[in-house]
């Protein structure tokens, strides 16, 4: 069972960024399509975007444009860049593979866009 880490949240301010990684735990992690989840407080967990093993990308409506999803097969890892970040942003941000797999969610890391 594949388990992630995320790590790179942190506290901004509207309008700026942060980038955020995810590792991996699988050697076969090339040939599966990963997404990045957020889940706001009282919120239920949302796709933010996902890339598949080819690289193709799809974003949710409210980041596209703001948003990049990259990943590095080398290191097991893929990436979420956030650019213009907005309160709206606000939540735990999660990797999982897409679909997910309810086993597979890890901690999260927190996100959070005030002044």
């Known amino acids: 069972q594949v388990q992630f880490v995320e790590s790179g949240g942190g506290l901004v301010q509207p309008g700026g960024s942060l980038r955020l990684s995810c590792a991996a735990s699988?050697?076969?992690?090339?040939?599966?399509?990963i997404g990045w989840y957020r889940q706001a407080p009282g919120k239920q967990r949302d796709l933010v975007a996902l890339i598949t093993r080819d690289d193709r990308t799809n974003y949710a409506g409210d980041v596209e444009g703001r948003f990049t999803i990259s990943r590095d097969n080398a290191k097991n890892t893929v990436y979420l860049q956030m650019n213009t970040l907005k309160p709206e942003d606000t939540a735990v941000y999660y990797c999982n593979t897409y679909p997910f797999r309810s086993r597979s969610w890890g901690q999260g890391t927190q996100v959070t866009v005030s002044s």
């Open positions: 699988r050697s076969d992690f090339s040939i599966i399509a």
